[in-house]
């Protein structure tokens, strides 16, 4: 079974407003699954755990906040591990796009 889709994801926003742009933003992972979901999570410090069913099959995945960067790590059920590389480039992109910095001009 492959290892962890892990995922690092610099920003410039500090801990807090990281936190609080993901935070916010939770209660809308499962609609962003087709068919939808249920999606469990819970916050310890800085660390958010994610627990996610769908169609089946079960996704655990942490969320860990920096001040200078997010780590997503993702761990994926055998068979949807062939899907692994297209996840991971989705994670990337949504999340440097929650978490960018608009208020530089």
């Known amino acids: 079974m492959p290892g962890p889709i892990v995922v690092d994801i610099p920003h410039s926003l ?17 609609s962003q699954i087709p068919g939808g979901a249920d999606v469990r ?3 310890s410090g800085d660390r958010l755990s994610l627990n996610v069913k769908a169609m089946g099959q079960e996704i655990s995945a942490y969320v860990d906040v920096g001040e ?17 590389r297209g996840i991971e480039a ?4 949504k999340g440097e796009v929650l978490l960018e910095d608009k208020s530089k001009g």
């Open 14 to 30: 500090g801990r807090e407003e990281a936190r609080r742009r993901i935070a916010a933003n939770t209660d809308k992972l499962a």
């Open 41 to 43: 999570s819970a916050w």
């Open 68 to 84: 200078r960067a997010v780590r997503l790590e993702l761990l994926l059920p055998p068979a949807l591990s062939f899907f692994g």
């Open 90 to 93: 989705l994670l990337r992109r």
